[in-house]
């Protein structure tokens, strides 16, 4: 049986692609071995969201050639998309597919096996408007399912690369997206979390359908499902129809991402970003009326190109204000064909890294607050994994807080009842108190 091994760079959506990409090469009667194993084939789904995300693709791709000589090296993913060229230019790289056509993947490896010469079966992103269907009936190392709805983005902010890497944004079918989700459901997933490159943009390019449909129709159509989560939605996307669902739903849950990137007017104007602070904050307002006790977690880039002192704060302020339950903090990096790696006033390395660090510790002092209002609350948890400590699990609750209680391993995938006893960040304990749900079928 031939064999192969699997390394995956960046986001989410590159974790679900992996999985549909492993599915094509199972019905072809390939084993699955771990990437430090010797395999036949090595596929490297790579990244390009940073400069340093193509450095780490290109270390990858020469360890899995120098792990086999003889084996067959496949590149896919984004930095195989934007610079095929290059990646075609490393010793020992047989096959490169970029973030489409991934069907074609396991032909272009047989007609490698005859020929014995690399292939370039990247094709240019912008023309294609159709989403390609990857069916992912399970997940091999999680128990959260994902389910990729879209694809691309329209947005073209002056930092990210992504509409280059992936094209415009594409929705998947909706009777794909209810039949995949039923699927999940029936293999044992309680909660599905949706995931794409501009997720909440699902729909924009169809006539009659958009999101909040989607997300009623999901709630309703899809036997068995507990949970439904949303990976990321942006403020532009958090319609009244959105807010409305989110208001009715029984299973949608207490935490959004909605990315900020920055606090200030002027930053997110050089950053092409579509709103202001103003309209963030009176979405932010709604939404936490139609959920109580939600958490917001969200995005931030410090040290864009010209960022001032005063710029920074205006930023910092607005978190305070908004009240995150964590952030994910980034210093602004140059990325090499955007516009603001082009742009003037580039922010000296230090200055960045001090911001930077001023800006985690107010978002760990956020994250406690957050997590101290749930102080003795009986939350629903779904626990993922064993603990580092014996005896324990680790799993998120609905409003996204991460929690360690005793607990024997077989409860993990099941809806389980815990009772928070210290909260803090990034970890709270807990005392299990009863099962909410059956057993994750395994």
């Known amino acids: 049986m031939p064999t192969v091994a699997f390394h995956t760079l960046g986001c989410k959506v590159n974790h679900y692609e992996t999985e549909g990409i492993w599915n094509m090469f199972k019905d072809h009667g390939y084993e699955r071995v771990d990437f430090e194993r010797m395999a036949d084939v090595y596929v490297i789904n790579t990244c390009t969201v940073t400069n340093t995300g193509d450095k780490k693709s290109r270390q990858i791709i020469r360890r899995a050639v120098r792990k086999n000589p003889e084996a067959i090296v496949c590149v896919t993913g984004c930095y195989a998309q934007t610079s095929p060229g290059e990646v075609m230019e490393i010793p020992g790289v047989d096959v490169v597919v970029g973030t489409q056509n991934r069907k074609k993947m396991i032909g272009l490896i047989e007609e490698h096996q005859q020929t014995r010469l690399p292939i370039n079966g990247v094709s240019a992103i912008m023309q294609n408007r159709v989403f390609e269907e990857m069916d992912v009936p399970e997940f091999s190392d999680r128990t959260r399912a994902s389910l990729k709805i879209q694809e691309g983005c329209n947005n073209f902010c002056t930092f990210c690369i992504i509409p280059w890497s992936r094209g415009l944004l594409r929705s998947r079918d909706p009777e794909n997206v209810l039949e995949q989700a039923q699927k999940l459901t029936d293999a044992g997933y309680k909660e599905i979390v949706l995931t794409g490159i501009h997720t ?30 949303i990976s990321s939605i942006e403020a532009s996307q958090i319609t009244d129809e ?12 207490r935490h959004l991402h909605i990315p900020l990137q920055s606090g ?35 995005d931030v880039i410090v040290g864009f190109p010209g960022e001032t002192e005063e710029e ?10 908004i009240g995150y339950a964590e952030l994910h903090v980034f210093p602004y990096s140059r990325r090499t064909g955007t516009p603001a790696a082009r742009m003037e006033n580039q922010v000296p390395t230090e200055i960045k890294e001090a911001r930077v660090e001023k800006m985690i510790s107010l978002s760990n002092q956020l994250a406690e607050q957050y997590a101290a209002h749930y102080d003795g609350a009986v939350l629903e948890v779904i626990p993922e994994e064993k603990s580092s400590k014996n005896g324990y699990l680790v799993g998120h609750s609905d409003n996204y807080l991460k929690v360690q209680f005793e607990a024997p391993q ?25 099962v909410a749900d059956q057993l994750k079928s395994s």
């Open 264 to 298: 200030s007017n002027t930053v997110l104007a050089r950053m092409r970003r579509k709103y202001s602070a103003d309209f963030y904050e009176e979405k932010v307002k709604k939404i936490k009326k139609a959920l109580p006790g939600l958490a917001i977690t969200s």
């Open 410 to 434: 077989e409860l993990i995938g099941s809806i389980v009842c815990v009772k928070l006893t210290q909260t803090g960040y990034p970890l709270n304990k807990g005392v299990f108190v009863k």
């Open 200 to 229: 909440a943009g699902y729909g924009e390019d169809m006539p009659d359908y958009n999101f909040a449909r989607l997300l009623r129709d999901l709630e309703m159509k899809v036997n068995g499902l507990k949970r439904i989560r």
């Open 242 to 253: 959105v807010i409305d669902v989110l208001d009715k739903s029984n299973k949608i849950v």
């Open 312 to 321: 920074f704060m205006e930023t910092y302020e607005f978190i305070k204000k």
